[in-house]
């Protein structure tokens, strides 16, 4: 568990999970004496983390100016994708419709509705990001689970490049209300099928975004 872990790799999940909440955008600049005193650590232990985030492709170092936050390239996102198409859509067709997973899906799809109401982008996404890790979650795996979390950061990360936020998140809040409707009934198989679709159009809604950010 997490307070199991040595000091560099606690403080780097935090920052991690961070990244997740979308707390950090791409391209920020991570400045040690902020961060060593937010996460009340050392700097030495701040640069550990910061080393293993650098090698997870989540930060990188630029010589003489200091740490940032790593933007994710076309190549990356697409592999993102097909990342998660492994790890969700089996987690799914495997899953227990009585999971314990499924209560924090169902959390995380009542939250992103009262946000999107309220158009509230940033706490939909990260309502977003909690339904799909509790989707990794029903594989009872903590390895994946962990695995899981490094590309949810790379995720978010992906997300904080667009500029039309409620384009990204809206229109899913629903599509995960139905794939979780279909776990809950027990029809695990057809929930796979339609995450395996919401997966390909978020793709490429990312993409398309992405091309259209860069002109």
């Known amino acids: 568990m997490t307070e199991n872990l040595p000091l560099a790799d606690r403080v780097a999940k935090d920052i991690r999970d961070l990244l997740i909440t979308g707390a950090l955008a791409p391209g920020q600049r991570l400045s040690e004496a902020a961060f060593s005193e937010r996460l009340d650590v050392s700097r030495n232990s701040l640069r550990e983390a910061f080393r293993l985030l650098t090698k997870d492709g ?4 630029e010589a003489n100016r200091g740490v ?54 940033r706490e939909v996404g990260s309502a977003n990001m909690r339904f799909h890790a509790a989707v990794v979650d029903l594989s009872d795996s903590s390895r994946l689970s962990d695995f899981y979390a490094r590309v949810a950061a790379e995720l978010r ?3 904080g490049l667009l500029k ?16 979780l409707s279909l ?3 027990g029809n695990v198989v057809e929930a796979a099928a339609q995450m395996e679709q919401y997966l390909n159009l978020s793709e490429r809604t990312v993409l398309k975004a992405l091309e259209r950010a860069a002109k």
């Open 58 to 61: 989540l930060l990188r170092h």
């Open 68 to 121: 940032f936050v790593s933007a994710p390239s076309t190549d990356q996102i697409i592999d993102i994708y097909r990342v998660r198409r492994m790890l969700e859509c089996s987690a799914l067709r495997q899953a227990w419709p009585r999971h314990p997973a499924t209560t924090t899906m169902r959390d995380a799809v009542e939250y992103a509705k009262i946000h999107r109401d309220l158009k509230q982008w």
């Open 157 to 159: 990360l992906s997300f």
């Open 183 to 185: 776990v809950e009934k």
């Open 164 to 179: 039309d936020p409620e384009q990204l998140h809206s229109p899913f809040v629903d599509m995960n209300e139905q794939i």
